[in-house]
């Protein structure tokens, strides 16, 4: 995101401009209250805090080069980031080959590996187990890794 031009609107509200700024609403307070940006208007019949146009284009500048209201340098944590630039998606974890028998061994009761599964499979069924039932070959693997050969 990069800091945004205001509206054609005459007054803006406070979490408006703090929103133009890309600050949260209590960062944007906090420096009003420092003397970084310049302290809203208040409306006289309501007493709710605006900014003009032109206090509104003062905060976005001050925003853009860093140096307050107050002449003081200001560190902004969050880095605005060029418009359409989204963050990359985390990829989804490989699945784990066998992970439906790893699970079944486990909810026999025993702490199992899916690389120590892999090997007792490899020496269990060197031809591989498609036309096997899944059931039995559980119960192989489970004997196998408990340490018990029938």
Same mark, same amino acid.
């Given at each position: ?12 509200? !406070?979490? $408006? /401009? ?9 960062? +944007? *307070?906090?420096?009003v #209250?420092?003397? !970084? +940006? ?8 309501? #007493?709710?805090? &605006? &900014?003009?146009?032109?206090?509104? =284009? #003062?905060?976005?500048? @001050?925003?853009?080069? %860093? @140096?307050? =209201?107050?002449g003081? /340098?200001?560190? +902004? ?23 439906? @028998?790893? $699970?079944?061994?486990?909810s026999? %009761?025993?702490? /199992?590996?899916?690389?120590? !599964?892999?090997?007792?499979?490899? #020496?269990l069924y060197? %031809?591989?187990? $498609? =036309?096997?039932?899944?059931? $039995?070959v @559980?119960?192989?693997?489970?004997? *196998?890794? =408990?340490? %018990?050969?029938?």
């Amino acid at each position: 995101m990069s800091v945004q031009e205001p509206s054609d609107k005459a007054a803006l509200s !406070v979490s $408006e /401009v703090a929103a133009l700024c890309l600050l949260s609403r209590s960062r +944007f *307070h906090a420096l009003v #209250k420092a003397g !970084v +940006f310049a302290a809203p208007i208040l409306n006289e019949s309501s #007493k709710r805090p &605006y &900014y003009t146009q032109e206090l509104a =284009q #003062k905060c976005i500048e @001050i925003r853009r080069t %860093g @140096i307050g =209201q107050n002449g003081q /340098v200001v560190l +902004f944590n969050r880095k605005p980031r060029k418009p359409g630039s989204k963050l990359k998606p985390t990829t989804p974890a490989a699945p784990q080959p066998h992970q439906e @028998i790893v $699970e079944a061994i486990k909810s026999l %009761g025993l702490s /199992v590996t899916a690389d120590a !599964v892999g090997a007792a499979i490899a #020496k269990l069924y060197p %031809g591989g187990m $498609e =036309q096997l039932d899944q059931g $039995e070959v @559980i119960r192989k693997l489970f004997l *196998h890794l =408990q340490g %018990g050969k029938k």
